[in-house]
Structures are given as C-alpha cells and as structure tokens.
C-alpha cells in the first residue's frame, strides 16, 4: 500500500514517530563512531586461499586501540573459502574527523506497510558487490515484498542479514544528494506475518560510504525505484575535508 501506516494500538499511539526518528539518528551516530563501528575499520587483510591468518600474532602487534578480528568470504572465481582480519581503530582518523550523517526531514508518508510472502526453501538472489568488479554473491532472499509506490507495482528483494531483512534499494537521488550505490533499509515485520514495515526515514548510507574496507551489496534491478525517496540518510559529513573514501 502507498499510504503510511496507521497502528491504533494504545502502546504505539503513544510513540511519537518523530521523536523515535531522533533517537535512531542518535544512535546511529553512537554506533558509527564506537570503536568497531563503520568509520574504525581501517584494514582488511586477506590470507593466500587455504591459509588461516594469525589473529593473535596480529593482535599482539597491534596499537592499543586496534581491534582484530576475522572475516570469511568465498572467491569469486574458485569458490573457496577465504579467510582474513580486520582492523577497527577507535582513533581513526574517519572517526576524528567526522561530523554527522545529513538527512532528510521526517516524512511520515514514507513510512510504508507492504505484503510479505515467505518463499519456501533456502532461494538465492545475485547481489553485484561495489568491489567486485562486476562480479556478484548469490544472498538469502527469504520472500518477497510487494508495494505500491506512487502508482507503480514492485516486488522487492530484502536478504537474511543474520535474521533480519535487510533491503539495498535505489532510487533517483543516488550520486546528487545521497550515496551514490544506493542505501539500506532493514524491513519491519509486524504481528501479521504477511505484513511488514518500510519506514524509508530510517534508510541509511551503507557501510561501505564510511570506510573503503567493505564490499557493499549494490541494488538489483527489482528494488530500484522510479521516483526520488527523499527520506533517510544523505550523505556522511566530514571536517577539514576529510574523505571517507581513503
């Protein structure tokens, strides 16, 4: 449906949607600037394939404020496993030297209620990563989400982020006024199982628009919208010119 959600339930009357806007935006400025958030990662570090890296050897050598840990991922060409470390410094230079995230205003008429249609078995989705090269993951997509939007019928594809539906979609404004590879959104369920939630002020700028470090799943073509969702994160803001995309 194209409408915002209307919940008449005494506990979320008394919610005021805008001041729970403000503290997400809060929140995600504590989470960007922790010491493992976006802007800490400073390195990833990948070993030959078949080989297991030396996380403690890497911790010992590290500065007070870097954290280690490891990753995994599967090559692309050969389908092995890979294995390496990353690196979050709490001083950061990102971290120091950012501002804030800009935003759009509130809209409570982006706040979306689609369908949800559970797919049964474990069915894959290509996602193109911004690192890859042109090359894509195949990711979880559990069901589908069907919305209305300015007259226009989609159907979305939002893949299981350790349980959670996460939704990489694009729309006019990337490149001008927001991240230019589009950005995220994690889906709401409801108490209906067939319903669930977009609330497009809560759209955020991907981990990969603070920290080169990460390989981003981009849009498919299903969730790129015709028209300009003006709601959400902007872009990442900066002081002394500092670019994030080091």
């Given at each position: 449906?194209?409408?915002?959600?209307?919940?008449?339930?005494?506990?979320?009357?008394?919610?005021?949607?805008?001041?729970?806007?403000?503290?997400?935006?809060?929140e995600?400025?504590r989470?960007?600037?922790s010491?493992?958030?976006?802007?800490?990662?400073?390195?990833?570090?990948?070993?030959?394939?078949?080989?297991?890296?030396?996380?403690?050897?890497?911790?010992?050598?590290?500065?007070?404020?870097?954290?280690?840990?490891?990753?995994?991922?599967?090559?692309?060409?050969?389908g092995?496993?890979?294995r390496?470390?990353?690196?979050?410094?709490?001083?950061?230079?990102?971290?120091?030297?950012?501002?804030?995230?800009?935003?759009?205003?509130?809209?409570?008429?982006?706040?979306?209620?689609?369908t949800?249609?559970?797919?049964?078995?474990?069915?894959?989705?290509?996602?193109?990563?911004?690192?890859?090269?042109?090359?894509?993951?195949?990711?979880?997509?559990?069901?589908?989400?069907?919305?209305?939007?300015?007259?226009?019928?989609?159907?979305?594809?939002?893949?299981?982020?350790?349980?959670?539906?996460?939704?990489?979609?694009?729309?006019?404004?990337?490149?001008?006024?927001?991240?230019?590879?589009?950005?995220?959104?994690?889906?709401?369920?409801?108490?209906d199982?067939?319903r669930?939630?977009?609330?497009?002020?809560?759209?955020?700028?991907?981990?990969?628009?603070?920290?080169?470090?990460?390989?981003?799943?981009?849009?498919?073509?299903?969730?790129?919208?015709?028209?300009?969702?003006e709601?959400?994160e902007?872009?990442?803001?900066?002081?002394?010119?500092?670019?994030?995309?080091?």
């Amino acid at each position: 449906m194209s409408t915002a959600v209307s919940d008449s339930t005494p506990a979320r009357a008394a919610v005021d949607p805008a001041q729970e806007w403000d503290a997400w935006r809060a929140e995600r400025h504590r989470a960007l600037t922790s010491p493992m958030g976006n802007l800490a990662l400073v390195e990833t570090r990948w070993a030959p394939t078949g080989e297991t890296p030396d996380a403690e050897a890497a911790r010992a050598d590290a500065p007070d404020t870097v954290t280690v840990t490891e990753v995994r991922r599967t090559d692309l060409v050969s389908g092995e496993p890979e294995r390496g470390l990353r690196f979050w410094d709490a001083d950061a230079p990102a971290i120091r030297a950012f501002d804030r995230v800009d935003t759009f205003a509130y809209d409570p008429a982006l706040v979306l209620e689609a369908t949800y249609t559970p797919v049964a078995g474990a069915r894959r989705v290509a996602f193109e990563h911004i690192r890859d090269n042109g090359g894509s993951r195949d990711l979880v997509v559990p069901g589908d989400i069907a919305l209305t939007f300015d007259g226009r019928d989609y159907t979305l594809s939002a893949f299981d982020d350790d349980g959670t539906l996460l939704l990489v979609f694009g729309d006019p404004t990337n490149g001008d006024s927001t991240y230019g590879a589009g950005r995220f959104l994690f889906v709401r369920r409801t108490e209906d199982e067939s319903r669930v939630v977009l609330d497009f002020n809560q759209a955020f700028v991907p981990p990969c628009g603070f920290s080169d470090q990460y390989n981003c799943p981009m849009p498919p073509r299903q969730n790129r919208f015709h028209l300009p969702i003006e709601a959400g994160e902007k872009l990442p803001a900066f002081r002394d010119g500092f670019d994030a995309q080091h």
